[in-house]
């Protein structure tokens, strides 16, 4: 069983990457929404505390 997996795990012939791939769009999109959601969160804890000093 592992023989036939490292047999048909990679064909030996590398390809050159000609555009980003699906799951690095994917890594950047959750990233840039992970920034996005912290930011927002921030956002809002500080304006309660500005809010609860005044």
């Known amino acids: 069983m592992l023989d036939l997996i490292a047999i048909t795990a990679h064909s030996g012939v590398a390809h050159p990457r ?6 690095d769009i994917a890594l950047f999109v959750m990233a840039a929404a992970g920034v996005w959601f912290v930011r927002r969160a921030l956002r809002r804890r500080f304006a309660k505390a500005r809010a609860a000093k005044d």
Do not use: V
């Not at 000609?18 to 799951?23: F, H, I, N, V, Y």
């Open 18 to 23: 000609t555009a980003p791939e699906l799951s």
